[in-house]
């Protein structure tokens, strides 16, 4: 069963550095998103993506984070300079239709440590 | 601002009873509800959904009930296997914000064998 392949799995990166987090989607999916989970806490909505633009985004995603799928393949999440409280598990998901009732396909995640 | 509510952090049932999971959420605009299981070091799965037009949906050993008057919705799990220990997150969303699903805080499921 294919799959949506995120790397790497863990990124330790200092306090004001930029990070890349890379997902390579399951091919016949069009809508892509990102979501996080700080340790112990819920799953969050961060972004959704189709067509080549955003199409949706919460509050956490300010001005510090950005996505992109450049070479019709790879997703990325970028955090332009990282805080402590960007530490999380970070899920790329995606979905083949934009239908709101069909389930997102997840990756394993990239845990992000800030120091 | 919690709109989807797990208010079990964890469960144990023993292997071959019933394992019921619980969730009460307060947006009245969600009309599609979703279970996700987490493994440890993988990413939620999908398990089985519901629309708000029904009551019930089942899948082999998972059923969903939903009751849209008291805004809660359960998982049943039956018979309870030991592979089925994992964290069982709820999820909504609707038809006015269909890319945003939102989640609750989870259920940590432990089955004793």
């Known amino acids: 069963e294919p799959e949506v392949t995120q790397t790497p799995s863990h990124q330790v990166t200092q306090m004001g550095q930029e990070v890349i987090l890379r997902c390579v989607p399951i091919s016949n999916h069009l809508y892509f998103y990102w979501y996080r989970q700080i340790l112990g806490q819920k799953v969050e909505f961060l972004v959704s993506f189709y067509n080549n633009e955003i199409s949706e985004k919460s509050e956490i995603f300010d001005d510090q984070f950005s996505v992109e799928r450049p070479d019709g393949s790879n997703f990325t999440l970028k955090i332009r300079s990282t805080k402590l409280e960007d530490s999380a598990m970070y899920f790329c998901a995606g979905k083949p239709q934009g239908s709101y009732n069909s389930p997102l396909h997840f990756g394993n995640g990239t845990r992000l440590t800030v120091t | 601002d919690q709109q989807v509510k797990q208010n079990s952090p964890s469960l144990s049932v023993q292997e071959g009873r019933i394992s019921i999971l619980n969730c009460d959420y307060t947006?009245?605009?969600?009309?599609?509800f979703l279970w996700y299981k987490k493994y440890p070091a993988e990413g939620p799965t999908f398990l089985i959904s519901?629309?708000?037009?029904?009551d019930k949906n089942e899948d082999g050993r998972f059923t969903v009930f939903l009751n849209k008057s008291a805004k809660h919705l359960s998982l049943h799990i039956v018979p309870s296997q030991p592979g089925d220990s994992a964290v069982y997150f709820c999820a909504a969303n609707d038809e006015t914000s269909y890319d945003k699903v939102i989640f609750g805080p989870g259920t940590s499921l432990s089955v004793i064998p």
């Open positions: 519901i629309s708000s037009i029904k």
């Open positions: 947006n009245s605009m969600f009309d599609y």
